[in-house]
């Protein structure tokens, strides 16, 4: 399910001394800490009390990474199901505070991210792209402009007046697509979203990721579609377990990835975009 947000980060963007890196991770980690069970009863407490063991189980999902994402760059981040991605984009997004370490960011943040702050689903459409046009800081008039290219993109004319816990997954993620790449950030983190749509869609949307990589703008790009990393990206990085494994040229990272998967080149031809 994809979501999306969108938010003023200028504010921060002093804070950085070179003028050409949009994104610098410094240091970071991030520690997630959960009950084991959802509801501890009074004997179950005791038991553990006794035994000295912990309630609270911690999970480091990032561990001392150190990132710089210069401006126009495109970098893809690619790693193994819980290996860290997400959470590393959701601290550049300011969604979710490093526990240790500091995140800059200079410029106008767009987001789309797999999990985080999405549409209100009782609102129609309209309303949640006018929300969020606003939220980004965009005037009235700007926002009518940027409307109709939304909708346009999103295909979604007829939809627009229903309240959104009507779309399916396809249409909710194909609007959330188009408003955030509509929305001219100066940077854009994308996470997973790029495969909600149907196939029709996908290649529209990677037209629109290739000539929103093409452009001055820095980008963000979290996907197990490694072919697009490839197609898309001007660096890689791999994480593995909260930290980066390796970081270089696309197609080195996503050759050293697959062969540490060992799923060869087939991983390539059977994902889609
Ligand atoms: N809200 C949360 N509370 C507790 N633990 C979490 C939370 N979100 C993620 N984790 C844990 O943090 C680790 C990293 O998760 P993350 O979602 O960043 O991985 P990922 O690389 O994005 O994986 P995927 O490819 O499946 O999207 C995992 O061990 C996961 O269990
Ligand atoms: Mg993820």
């Known amino acids: 399910m994809s979501s999306l947000s969108v938010s003023e980060t200028a504010g921060i963007a002093q804070a950085s001394a070179d003028a050409r890196v949009s994104i610098r991770v410094e240091d970071v980690?991030?520690?997630?800490?959960?009950?084991?069970?959802?509801?501890?009863?009074?004997?179950?407490?005791?038991?553990?009390?006794?035994?000295?063991?912990?309630?609270v189980r911690e999970i480091e999902a990032l561990k001392h990474v150190n990132l710089e994402v210069r401006q126009?760059?495109?970098l893809g981040i690619l790693g193994a199901n819980g290996a860290g991605k997400s959470t590393l984009v959701r601290t550049m997004a300011g969604i979710l505070p490093p526990t240790i370490g500091r995140v800059e960011v200079r410029g106008r943040v767009s987001?789309?991210?797999?999990?985080?702050?999405g549409f209100n689903r009782e609102l129609s459409g309209r309303e949640n792209v006018t929300l969020g046009g606003l939220a980004a800081g965009l005037s009235r008039a700007q926002l009518r402009d940027k409307y109709d290219e939304i909708v346009e993109f999103a295909e979604l004319e007829e939809f627009?007046?229903?309240?959104?816990?009507?779309?399916?997954?396809g249409m909710y993620g194909r609007l959330a697509f188009?408003?955030?790449?509509?929305?001219?950030?100066?940077?854009?983190l994308i996470d997973e979203a790029l495969s909600v749509g149907d196939a029709k869609f996908r290649k529209k949307s990677f037209k629109k990721m290739?000539?929103?990589?093409?452009q001055d703008r820095t980008v963000v790009l979290v996907s197990h579609a490694l072919g697009s990393i490839e197609e898309l990206c001007d660096r890689a990085v791999w994480m593995h377990k909260g930290e980066l494994q390796m970081e270089g040229e696309?197609?080195?990272?996503?050759?050293?990835?697959?062969?540490f998967l060992d799923v060869g080149e087939d991983a390539l031809t059977m994902e889609d975009l």
């Open 29 to 55: 980690s991030v520690t997630y800490r959960t009950s084991l069970e959802k509801k501890p009863t009074m004997k179950t407490t005791l038991l553990r009390l006794g035994r000295r063991e912990r309630i």
């Open 72 to 74: 126009g760059e495109v």
């Open 111 to 117: 987001t789309l991210l797999a999990l985080g702050v």
């Open 160 to 169: 627009m007046d229903m309240p959104m816990n009507t779309y399916s997954s």
């Open 178 to 188: 188009s408003v955030a790449v509509n929305m001219d950030p100066d940077i854009l």
């Open 210 to 214: 290739q000539e929103l990589c093409a």
């Open 250 to 259: 696309p197609d080195d990272v996503v050759h050293a990835y697959t062969k």
